[in-house]
């Protein structure tokens, strides 16, 4: 066991985690799909393909951002641990590693708590709340600010003396823990209800029903809910989503629709004062104080059933892009920065992309159409010359599948307006 613990080994563990991680992204969309056959097969409304779709939309945001963000943090976690630690803490103990386990659940506790308590935490956090099914693809379903405050709490345990190795691969297994809590499928799981975060307890955290607000935030751990009185078990049918819906499939609507109400609400107050207390206080009494005349609309807007070949159109990309996605961070150092750079912001572009085409819009096809141009350019300035004909190829099947999209769904629209 000394062995498995020495720094050279956890060297090793860190080059897997940062390098190698990504292929497990397959082994998490096969959970997914055996969720989504077991609910399909129960007639369980737990899975819709819109927020699906925007579910992996944010997934692949937040890994393509977390690609350096992730080893910045690393670094940055080292460099305090070297220089203003309060004690030595060793790689090589057991004791040591259980401990962290626990004081990094601590730290997510207090960051998770506050995120739903304090205003502008929960700007960055809602996204991860809005869904109104609850499957796997929720715990993809989160924005870019919430690593960079969850990273600022955590800053506490390098000052305490946990080396930076020991935290993020603490922080890995909390993550594979907190990945597998976001379904429905799993009741209640006996003994472990007393003291681990389980996939009932989760339910309840992410419920609306008003019994369920602001309860179980642990990540791995239930007792420091219990200890501070945040515990909450799960006893009524849970509701799912947050007590002011968004309701828009558009990505950026929810990225922002918080902030948005936020900044409204603290330019058109009359102190300073108010002005902060916009920003600090609980989500529930800024809204209902200040934010009550620049309201999200609270009605969900018109949204017919997409046709089939968008559906599958979106499949198709979708497979594609999560694809590159892993191939672009598995071999990401032997790749040119400007293609890695591009391929990363197209993979961006696309997410965005994605979602807008679930509104149906007239524009969006012009914007999807312009990134399979987009996409094409950059691979083959790339590829050798054999790929170039491949990429082009399929680059024009699918410009002619979006075409057929894009001709249904101007047909439906007319049909509904003359209807």
């Excluded at 062995?3 to 080994?9: A, E, G, M, Q, Y």
């Excluded at 529930?284 to 059933?305: C, D, K, L, T, W």
Aim: include cysteine; proline fraction near 3%.
């Amino acid at each position: 066991m000394y062995n498995l613990l020495k720094f050279d080994f956890i060297k090793e563990i860190m080059s897997w985690q940062i390098d190698l991680l990504p292929l497990f992204i397959p082994v998490l969309f096969l959970f997914i799909f055996f969720e989504w056959r077991k609910t399909k097969k129960k007639n369980k409304e737990s899975f819709r393909f819109e927020s699906t779709v925007l579910n992996i939309s944010f997934g692949l945001i937040e890994r393509i951002f977390e690609v350096y963000f992730f080893l910045n943090v690393f670094f940055a976690y080292k460099f305090i641990n070297n220089n203003f630690s309060l004690i030595d803490i060793s790689t090589s103990s057991v004791l040591s590693w259980i401990i962290c386990l626990f004081a990094l659940d601590f730290v997510i506790y207090w960051y998770h708590r506050l995120g739903h308590t304090v205003s502008f935490l929960w700007a960055a956090h809602v996204v991860h709340h809005q869904c109104e099914e609850f499957n796997l693809t929720v715990a993809f379903r989160n924005g870019i600010f919430p690593h960079i405050f969850r990273s600022i709490f955590m800053v506490s345990l390098p000052l305490i003396g946990f080396p930076a190795e020991m935290i993020l691969i603490s922080l890995a297994i909390s993550g594979i823990w907190q990945f597998f809590i976001h379904t429905t499928t799993i009741k209640k799981l006996g003994i472990l209800e007393e003291f681990m975060m389980t996939p009932s307890l989760h339910r309840v955290h992410h419920a609306s029903n008003e019994k369920y607000l602001d309860k179980n935030f642990g990540g791995m751990f239930i007792i420091w809910d219990r200890m501070l009185g945040t515990y909450c078990k799960e006893e009524e049918t849970v509701k799912f989503g947050i007590v002011k819906p968004v309701n828009t499939f558009n990505l950026w609507k929810a990225y922002t629709h918080v902030w948005e109400d936020l900044f409204k609400a603290s330019i058109s107050t009359n102190s300073i004062k108010q002005a902060l207390q916009v920003w600090l206080d609980k989500p529930g009494n800024v809204y209902e104080q200040f934010v009550q005349n620049n309201p999200v609309s609270a009605e969900r807007e018109s949204h017919f059933i997409l046709p089939r070949r968008v559906i599958y159109y979106l499949i198709s990309q979708l497979l594609i892009t999560v694809t590159g996605m892993i191939v672009l961070l598995v071999y990401k150092e032997m790749m040119p920065t400007w293609f890695f750079i591009s391929i990363a912001l197209v993979v961006v572009l696309s997410s965005f992309s994605f979602c807008f085409l679930l509104e149906a819009k007239k524009w969006t096809f012009g914007l999807e159409r312009a990134r399979l141009l987009i996409l094409c350019f950059i691979l083959c300035s790339f590829c050798s010359s054999f790929f170039i004909h491949w990429i082009c190829g399929l680059t024009v099947f699918f410009l002619l599948w979006l075409e057929v999209c894009d001709h249904k769904i101007t047909k439906q629209n007319n049909s509904i307006h003359l209807g």
